[in-house]
């Protein structure tokens, strides 16, 4: 199974800073990487697939990078509706699907 | 507009049988492999399975195998995920969510079926 780990686990960000998730993978996973955004209460909703394909109705201000094994969602300049938790995924060796365990972006 | 729907909350006791259900619309249901989702309070997320409504494929995560059912009746465009005999661990939110295809990210998500087993 390939785990994923994601870092920092909570990230306290200004609105209009910039901010930086990481997602590691345990072995590689070529660019099968997405990204979901989940706002509390709600279903999460893809953002990035591909390691760096935005999602339809995916603002531009979100850009995925990926280095090895390494992946980096980047958020230009954070909106008061970017406060979320942010889950890596991968999908490249399967069964199972395996999720980060997530990076909540607060307000500092 | 892909819509997926999801069966109402259950509050169940351990022991007991539970089904619930996952209704698309929008889009070819038989063409799309439908996954489960669980997200334990508080917890983040975890892949259990998939189903190809076209054939009744199913393939399980081994953490899941055997706990779950995964099936799928494409006439009414529904996919289930059922448990025998629940227990308090099963408490969670359950998503169905459409992938894009086999084993690839997913596009659209269910807004979740919250299960209580409690005595």
């Known amino acids: 199974e390939v785990v994923m780990t994601q870092s920092p686990a909570t990230l306290s960000v200004s609105p209009g800073e910039r901010a930086t998730l990481s997602c590691r993978a345990s072995?590689?996973?070529?660019?099968?990487l997405a990204w979901y955004q989940q706002k509390p209460g709600q279903a999460p909703r893809l953002l990035i697939y591909?390691?760096?394909t935005r999602a339809s109705g995916t603002p531009a201000r979100f850009s995925g990078s990926r280095s090895g094994t390494e992946f980096t969602l980047t958020i230009s300049s954070l909106q008061s509706e970017d406060f979320a938790v942010y889950y890596c995924?991968?999908?490249?060796?399967?069964?199972?699907?395996?999720f980060g365990g997530g990076t909540k972006v607060e307000i500092k | 507009e892909v819509q997926l729907v999801q069966s109402g909350p259950e509050v169940k006791k351990p022991g007991e049988s539970v089904k619930i259900s996952c209704k698309g619309s929008?889009?070819?249901?038989?063409?799309?492999?439908i996954g489960w989702v669980r997200q334990m309070p508080g917890k983040g997320l975890e892949w259990m399975g998939i189903?190809?409504?076209?054939?009744?494929?199913?393939r399980y995560s081994p953490a899941f195998q055997g706990q779950v059912t995964i099936s799928a009746d494409r006439s009414i465009s529904t996919a289930y995920l059922q448990w025998s005999s629940l227990k308090a661990s099963d408490t969670a939110i359950y998503y169905c969510?459409?992938?894009?295809?086999?084993?690839?990210?997913?596009?659209?998500w269910g807004q979740g079926t919250l299960v209580t087993v409690s005595s």
């Open positions: 969510a459409r992938h894009e295809s086999e084993g690839d990210w997913i596009d659209y």
């Open positions: 929008g889009y070819t249901f038989s063409n799309y492999w």
């Open positions: 189903i190809y409504p076209g054939d009744s494929d199913t």
């Open positions: 072995q590689s996973v070529s660019s099968n």
């Open positions: 591909y390691a760096t």
């Open positions: 995924q991968q999908y490249n060796n399967w069964p199972p699907l395996t």
